[in-house]
Structure formats: C-alpha cells, structure tokens
C-alpha cells in the first residue's frame, strides 16, 4: 500500500499561505490528524485525500493523494482487519468450509473477571479452525459491536453460521463502554429497560443471520438455545 503526497503532475503544498504556520506540509498534518487504531487505513487514507484535495482548492492549487493499492484485506493500524473484509472472503477449503463461527465471551463485568469463558471460547475457536471454518473471535465487545459483527457476517457467503457465547447472563454495568452480555430468551418480545444499552437477546442475534437457504445456530455455554433457518 504506497500514498503519494500528490497525483502525477501535483506538486505537494508546503503551506497554504504566508499566515500558515503549521510545521508540516498539508498532506503531513492531514494523515497525523486522522490516524487511529479505530478506523481502517484505507479509510483513513482516502478521508485524508479528500481533506487534502478541499484545502488545497481552496487557495487555487491542485494536490489529489495517489494511491497504489495490491492488498488484499482492509486493516486497522493494531494490525487487524476489517469484519467485512474477513466475512467476504470466500470460505477456506476444510470440512466446514462454508461455514462461519462468531464466538463472543464476556472478559470482565462489574469487577469479576471471567478467565474461564475467555479460556473456553480460545480452545473452541481453535478447534472449528482445525476443521476449515471462519472464525470471528469476539473477547469483551460492547453490544454495538456485537450487533456489527453478527450483521456483517449475515452478509457473508456462508451457508451456516454458528454463534456462541460464552460468559455470564445477567445485568452488571451500563453505557457505551459495557462489554455485551446476553439473555437466555428467544422471545422477540423481550425488553428491559435497565438493560437496553448493553443486553443482547439471542433471538436478536439469530435475527441477523438469516437468509433462505441458510442454517443458523446459536449456542449459550450452557445449551442450545437458538436453532434454525
């Protein structure tokens, strides 16, 4: 992945003006005001280039970031990628190839750690490895992110996909930043007000499986709670 500050025939601004007194060129400044771990690099490139190509416009000067692209994954700057580059691969070769497994374990809840369903949930990733299967392991999420990964393996080419939690069921902390916990309910009735910002029903997560032909599953530590198309 190679970005150029300017396209073929651009000169790189160093400033926008005499008034200017930033210490790095406009390209320079853009990418360090962008970069996070959050956000996919290619995104944060291409949010760059657009900054970039508007600022320089604005003084009458034509400066449009190149990039030379042969990846193949969207990746984060820790080093991991994208859910939805990994869920439009196409399936590995193996036993269970066409199909997806999310594994989802609750890390830590109002003080209590839960080493013992992080543990579980690596040894069960390994396994449906072993036999050929994508799997998205999911430690500690918050229920946004949980709901973006179920949904985006949804939209992926796979003709089953098997979900487990591991971790407790029940009500700890609230907010943006609790990790998501779940429910043993199938019932789309489901509400509890003290526990919309974080709680996850299963049957909500079986909602956002489904496609014809498709076999789903959803499995607690427990049992399975969730089966069907």
Known sequence: YIVFSAGSGETALDDL???????????????????NMRDSFDSIIKKTRVNV???ADDIN??????????????????????????????????????TAVVIFAVKEQA??????????????????????????????????????????????????????FFGPAGYFARGDNAECVWVFSDDPNYSDDRATDFVMPLWDAAERLKRPGRSSFVFSDMARVYSGN
């Open 17 to 35: 003006g005499p008034d200017d007194r930033s210490r790095n060129g406009v390209f320079t400044r853009e990418l360090l005001a962008n970069l």
């Open 53 to 55: 190509a508007g600022m």
């Open 61 to 98: 000067h034509s400066q449009h970031p190149a990039i030379y692209d042969q990846t193949s994954f969207d990746f984060r700057l820790d080093g991991s990628r994208t859910d939805q580059s990994l869920a439009l691969l196409p399936p590995k070769a193996g036993r269970m190839a066409s």
């Open 111 to 164: 003080g209590s750690r839960f080493d013992g369903s992080v543990d579980d949930a690596a040894y069960m990733s390994k396994v449906f490895r072993s036999l050929g299967a994508r799997v998205f392991d999911r430690v500690g999420v918050t229920l946004a992110q949980a709901r973006e990964t179920l949904s985006t393996v949804g939209r992926g080419p796979y003709d089953q996909v098997i979900v487990i």
